[in-house]
């Protein structure tokens, strides 16, 4: 009988994290693949995070389709030595000649920042706009955040109105994983209501 797909899955991974961790464990400064290496320079230690950190992730989109399996595969992530993804430094990204998501977010003039996410933001006084979302000038006196309405279309960007873009920059790193979806991940994990106190009582890796 064959073994189903996301079971086999997680065994491909769990054995590429245990030889990664045996590499790390025998070579800890070793960095040869450097060169090659456009995400962590390098650093196998930074890649069995990221490992364990997807780990993670797998569990709890299977949490519900295979809910033991998914508990064991959470706790192995979190509970490894080297552990996962838990501060900025160790977050997954990369960079190639530019960021391409520049080119679809920002040139093409059928992606701008929701109307609905705006109104809300401006409202509440959110002042993670300035994080989110670059302001567009479309007239004298006028430099603020406009959203474009869902579903609308106008043109090209050079004679169509101006809605205001995603803040990302052409030499911007791409985001794989973040130790914030992976704390998400951990806190989802600790409160599945399969075994709320599983992981609560786990003593987990202090981050590097």
């Known amino acids: 009988m064959p073994v189903p797909q996301h ?3 997680f065994t491909d991974l769990t054995n590429a994290i245990d030889v990664m961790t045996n590499y790390v464990n025998e070579y800890p400064t070793n960095k040869s693949m450097a060169k090659y290496d456009k995400v962590y320079d390098g650093d196998f230690r930074k890649w069995v995070k990221f490992a364990n950190s997807l780990k993670l992730r797998m569990a709890i989109r299977v949490r519900f389709a295979a809910p033991d399996l998914a508990e064991a595969m959470a706790v192995e992530a979190i509970t490894h030595p080297i552990g996962v993804i838990r501060s900025n430094e160790d977050n997954a990204t990369s960079l190639g ?3 391409q998501l520049y ?3 920002c040139k093409w003039p059928d992606h701008r920042v929701a109307a609905d996410i705006v109104s809300y933001m401006k409202g509440y006084k959110d002042p993670r706009m300035e994080k989110y979302f670059q302001k567009h000038t479309i007239g004298a006196g006028y430099d603020n955040y406009l959203g474009m309405r869902a579903g609308l279309s106008y043109g090209n960007e050079s004679t169509g109105p101006k809605f205001s873009t995603i803040k990302v920059g ?3 790193r791409t985001l794989w994983m973040s130790a914030a979806e992976t704390t998400f991940n951990m806190a989802e994990a600790a409160g599945h209501d399969r075994d709320p106190e599983l992981l609560r009582g786990l003593p987990l890796p202090d981050p590097d």
Do not use: G, Q
């Open 7 to 9: 079971r086999a899955m």
């Open 170 to 172: 052409t030499m911007d």
């Open 103 to 105: 080119t679809v977010l």
């Open 97 to 99: 000649s530019k960021n």
